[in-house]
T-cell receptor
Framework: GAVVSQHPSWVICKSGTSVKIECRSL??????MFWYRQFPKQSLMLMAT?????????EQGVEKDKFLINHASLTLSTLTVTSAHPEDSSFYIC?????????????FGPGTRLLVL | RKEVEQDPGPFNVPEGATVAFNCTYS??????FFWYRQDCRKEPKLLMSVYSSGNEDGRFTAQLNRASQYISLLIRDSKLSDSATYLC????????????FGGGTRLMVKP
């Protein structure tokens, strides 16, 4: 099946630093990728929809200047958490949409755990 | 009211038991429905899609009731390896094709 990778899988950083997370679709082209965040014992919450070659669409309450998204190619989207603070510590998961099967399927990356000290 | 609601559990069942999870969704325009499984500290993985006619995959049976906006998942002959959180997921088919996740139901299968 389709594979989505994320890098890094773990990040520990000091408060105030910026962290970049990469999401790659390895064997298919993804015009649309999604970024989710999951806090402990909570469900996944969509942060933004990343569209190749255009600006991302952010969900209500998500600061676009704090969570920068770039989707410059059909296989790569990046999420940069700028000036990270402890409350940004979370599990960040991307997914990519694959149109190839009948219908549409979203595949999830393995996630990135961010801990801001 | 949450868009997708699930009983968080946990459901503690012995091996071999049959267990059922329910899920309700609020948007009547929802077009597609899924059950995902999420293991601790891992990403969600698609377990099965849910069709109006109901569908079965081995020990797993999913059903959809559009009139009641209700989705169910039945697991027969539970295995220890079934222990996980089961996420009810709905796609309202908007331009972004966003998946909306329920809070998940935690299942613990014990020997």
């Amino acid at each position: 099946g389709a594979v989505v990778s994320q890098h890094p899988s773990w990040v520990i950083c000091k408060s105030g630093t910026s962290v970049k997370i990469e999401c790659r679709s390895l064997d298919f082209q993804a015009t649309t990728m999604f970024w989710y965040r999951q806090f402990p014992k909570q469900s996944l919450m969509l942060m933004a929809t990343s569209n190749e070659g255009s600006k991302a669409t952010y969900e209500q309450g998500v600061e676009k200047d704090k969570f920068l998204i770039n989707h410059a190619s059909l296989t790569l989207s990046t999420l940069t958490v700028t000036s990270a603070h402890p409350e940004d510590s979370s599990f960040y998961i991307c997914s990519a949409r694959d149109w190839r099967p009948a219908g549409e399927t979203q595949y999830f990356g393995p996630g990135t755990r961010l801990l801001v000290l | 009211r949450k868009e997708v609601e699930q009983d968080p559990g946990p459901f503690n069942v012995p091996e071999g038991a049959t267990v059922a999870f329910n899920c309700t969704y609020s948007n009547s325009a929802s077009q597609s429905f899924f059950w995902y499984r999420q293991d601790c500290r891992k990403e969600p993985k698609l377990l099965m899609s849910v069709y109006s006619s109901g569908n079965e995959d081995g020990r797993f049976t999913a059903q959809l009731n559009r009139a009641s906006q209700y989705i169910s998942l039945l697991i027969r002959d539970s295995k220890l390896s079934d222990s996980a959180t089961y996420l009810c997921v709905v796609n309202i088919g908007n331009a972004g094709n966003m998946l909306t996740f329920g809070g998940g139901t935690r299942l613990m299968v014990k020997p």
